[in-house]
């Protein structure tokens, strides 16, 4: 028994850190390769974005102090903030919403990190021009106009940890395109019978 708690307690520590840790070096690089781009024509927007990427290690430093130390406390409203920032720099649009319900704190903590993850694939892999993401109290998404998920259901680290995070609230994870069969979507929900 005690072994299993222990090896749960791994889990969930490598599965923290994947995730805190690939969403913030994804911003970083993408600011870096800006910032690059940016040295010969604006040399005072590049040392913001640099001043930018500094910031964002520390954060990330910070992160992982905390997640190695004691559960990382994520928030929807902060992955919202954080999500603004990420598409900004990455040049793609973002349709976010102003206010956020009131949530129990599990789903709260669930639907950050569903906008932590979905944004983070749509910055990385995604080619959009916008991302959208959508809150209900009984549910999150977060969708894009880009190429769209390679398979039918995409089963990367990020995904697999937040399905694992889903499975602690018998929350549902679908992954696929849009309605219009376009783009990304990501959607993550309570269980009808709980609706």
């Known amino acids: 028994m005690g072994r299993l708690a222990v090896a749960e ?3 969930r520590a490598a599965r923290d850190l994947h995730d805190i840790l690939g969403h913030s070096l994804t911003v970083v690089a993408i600011k870096a390769e800006l910032a690059g781009r940016l040295i010969q ?10 001043a930018e990427v500094e910031a964002l290690a520390r954060a ?24 603004r920032s990420a598409l900004a720099a990455a040049g793609i649009a ?5 206010e956020v319900p009131a ?3 599990g789903w709260d903590r669930l639907f950050g990190w ?9 910055v990385r892999h ?8 959508r809150v209900r109290p009984d549910g999150v998404e977060v969708s894009d106009d880009g190429r769209g998920p ?13 399905r694992e995070r889903a499975r602690e609230l018998d929350a549902v994870v679908s992954v696929g395109r849009r309605s219009d069969g376009s783009g990304f979507l990501l959607r993550v929900h309570a269980p009808a019978e709980a609706r």
């Open 94 to 98: 973002a349709d976010l919403p102003a």
């Open 60 to 83: 990330a430093l910070s992160d992982v102090r905390q997640t190695v130390g004691a559960y990382r406390e994520v928030t929807l409203a902060a992955e919202l903030a954080g999500a």
């Open 126 to 133: 995604s080619g959009a021009r916008c991302c959208t993401v």
């Open 150 to 162: 390679s398979t039918p259901d995409t089963t990367g680290h990020g995904l697999v940890g937040l």
């Open 9 to 11: 307690e791994r889990s």
């Open 114 to 122: 569903a906008v932590r993850e979905g944004v983070t694939n749509v």
């Open 103 to 105: 949530l129990p704190d």
């Open 41 to 50: 024509v604006d040399r005072d927007r590049a040392a913001t974005e640099i």
